[in-house]
Nanobody, 118 residues
Framework: QVQLVESGGGLVQAGNSLRLSCAAS????????MAWFRQAPGKEREFVAM???????FYADSVKGRFTISRDNARNTVYLQMNSLKPEDTAVYYC????????????WGQGTQVTVSS
């Protein structure tokens, strides 16, 4: 198991930026695929972005071109740079981790709130 702690959420105006961080501990971070998900009030949790162990990245269409996921294996941290934020980006953002052997994400952080005002 790997433990995950998110930080960096907050209240911002539409058009501004935020950077979320997710610090991992407990296992070899570089062996994990890392992802960000989000859940808005009354909605299902949805995929936002993922970065593989070789740093390939994948994004949901709704954030492509605005959000950037990255990882620093020396710091055991994954980041989500969010630019041009929109009110519809308001949600609790969760960090998740899995190995290549996992079919789903067994490791989750507690979440960090992002609120974008119009």
């Amino acid at each position: 198991q790997v433990q995950l702690v998110e930080s960096g959420g907050g209240l911002v105006q539409a058009g501004n930026s935020l950077r979320l961080s997710c610090a991992a501990s407990g296992r070899t971070f570089s062996n994990y695929r890392m992802a960000w998900f989000r859940q808005a009030p009354g909605k299902e949790r949805e995929f936002v972005a993922m970065i593989t162990t070789s740093a390939s990245t994948f994004y949901a269409d709704s954030v492509k071109g605005r959000f950037t996921i990255s990882r620093d294996n020396a710091r055991n941290t994954v980041y989500l740079q969010m630019n041009s934020l929109k009110p519809e980006d308001t949600a609790v953002y969760y960090c998740a981790a899995k190995t290549t052997y996992d079919s789903q994400y067994p490791n989750w952080g507690q979440g960090t709130q992002v609120t974008v005002s119009s």
